[in-house]
């Protein structure tokens, strides 16, 4: 069965630090890999996606970036945290290309920027 | 006009009572539809799919009127572990390599 892991599970930083959060999938090959982010009280919002190794598509301008250097791993980093990079950070995993099945999230990251 | 919207709640019912979700959608392309539940603090996890036809899952029904562009979720009998936060969600176009829209979320508090 597939399995997906984000660690660490929460994080205190201050503005300004870097950061890097990171995902991995087991069980599955050439999954679509995401990141969400959802701020307290917030609806989920879709941060970036990849489709393959290397294959990145940003959905929303920021001081993010993510990096998927190996098949079933993602990565979500910034050089300098701002406040409002605070939230609950979501990775999640979906099989097929067509839009149709079902997205796994991994259990979360829970970011403070202090 | 957001994308997918969503009453936020809280919706305050006793155990045992029916209630009803909405959510409208503004791209009448969108191909699919889904209804996520999340706890407090924890990960979305899939509920169950919205189909054409509607369709059920033991205390659990879903619709979609394309008409309208809405979907809805119907809990029957509710228990007080159905006490969450609801969330629409909709995959705008075919082929877009599954981006999911996401609904704020509806919260649902059952009470004894």
């Known amino acids: 069965s597939q399995t997906i892991h984000q660690w660490p599970a929460t994080l205190v930083q201050p503005v300004g630090s870097p950061l890097s959060l990171e995902c991995t999938v087991e069980g599955t090959s050439n999954p679509n890999l995401y990141w969400y982010r959802q701020a307290a009280g917030r609806g989920l919002q879709l941060l970036f996606y990849?489709?393959?190794?290397?294959?990145i598509s940003s959905e929303v301008p920021q001081n993010l970036s993510a990096s998927r250097p190996q098949d079933r791993q993602f990565i979500l980093s910034s050089k300098k945290l701002l406040l409002s990079d605070s939230g609950f950070y979501l990775c999640?995993?979906?099989?097929?290309?067509?839009?149709?099945?079902?997205?796994?999230f991994g259990p979360g990251t829970r970011l403070t920027v202090l | 006009r957001k994308e997918v919207e969503q009453d936020p709640g809280p919706f305050n019912v006793p155990e045992g009572a029916t209630v009803a979700f909405n959510c409208t959608y503004s791209?009448?392309?969108?191909?699919?539809f889904f209804w996520y539940r999340q706890d407090c603090r924890k990960e979305p996890k899939l509920l169950m799919s919205v189909y054409s036809s509607g369709n059920e899952d033991g205390r659990f029904t879903a619709q979609l009127n394309r008409a309208s562009q809405y979907i809805s979720l119907l809990i029957r009998d509710s228990k007080l572990s159905d006490s969450a936060t609801y969330l629409c969600?909709?995959?705008?176009?075919?082929?877009?390599?599954?981006?999911?829209?996401f609904g704020q979320g509806t919260t649902l508090q059952v009470k004894p």
């Open positions: 791209n009448s392309a969108s191909q699919s």
């Open positions: 969600v909709v995959i705008p176009l075919r082929g877009n390599t599954g981006k999911l829209i």
């Open positions: 999640a995993w979906t099989k097929g290309l067509a839009g149709t099945d079902t997205q796994y």
């Open positions: 990849s489709v393959g190794i290397g294959q």
